[in-house]
């Protein structure tokens, strides 16, 4: 994927803007992008949002309970990528 267009730096800039702290931590936002990732059921998206996690110092537990809001909106499909993505988080744990 070419992320060097026009378009790409445009949505990179908007998600940089969006994802710093205001009245919502940046943490937090990344605990909500990772449970919308497990929904999505989107692999790189899943690693991309636990890295930034581990980066912002969540905990396995902040990071866990916000994957099965995933589960408790999406059912038999998010539980199965909630299953990939904490097999995902082990594997960057034992990265640092």
Not at 1 to 18: H, P, R, S, V, Y
Not at 41 to 54: F, G, R, S, V, Y
Not at 59 to 87: C, F, H, R
Request: proline share 1%.
């Amino acid at each position: 994927m070419d992320l060097t267009g026009e378009n790409a730096k445009a949505f990179m800039q908007m998600a940089e803007k969006i994802k710093k702290s205001g009245a919502l931590s940046e943490k937090f936002k990344e605990l909500i992008a990772i449970s919308l990732s497990v929904k999505a059921q989107c692999d790189d998206c899943i690693t991309h949002h636990l890295a930034e996690l581990i980066k912002l110092k969540a905990t396995d537990e902040e990071i866990n309970e916000a994957m099965w809001v995933a589960v408790m909106m999406g059912g038999g499909p998010s539980l199965a990528y909630l299953m990939k993505a904490q097999n995902e988080l082990k594997k960057l744990r034992k990265q640092k």
